[in-house]
């Protein structure tokens, strides 16, 4: 596996009467179409407590996630799928370098 040198951390928590539509959304092609966009490497999802979730993903360099972030139809159509359930839903997003490691 390729050594990410940035990486983008999707916090979320999920009301129980949508976990299931979620993570069928997640698993039904979402989190592949977003690991797949240029310079991104993988995808992992961490599962925590009581519907907490992290999609955390590995990407080649800062510039690649700012090409992503720019992808207005892409964040739009991805947009527009979460809609259903966003209202049963809280996120938080988080990026950046890797600043320690052991």
């Known amino acids: 596996m390729k ?3 940035y990486f983008l951390s999707v ?3 999920i009301e129980p009467q949508a976990e299931a539509q ?3 959304w997640l698993d039904g092609g979402h989190a592949a179409e977003v690991a ?14 009581k519907g907490s ?10 510039s690649a996630f700012l090409a992503y972030e ?4 892409l964040k739009k159509k991805f947009a527009d799928e979460r ?9 938080e997003r988080f990026h950046g370098e890797v600043a320690f490691s052991v």
Request: net charge positive; charged share 30%.
């Open 36 to 49: 797949k966009q240029p310079g991104f490497l993988w995808c992992r999802r961490i599962k925590g407590e």
């Open 3 to 5: 050594e990410a040198k």
């Open 11 to 13: 916090r979320f928590s």
């Open 70 to 73: 720019s992808n207005l139809p």
């Open 83 to 91: 809609a259903p359930f966003e209202k049963y839903m809280k996120i």
């Open 53 to 62: 979730y992290m999609m955390l993903y590995g990407i080649e360099s800062k």
């Open 22 to 24: 979620v993570l069928r």
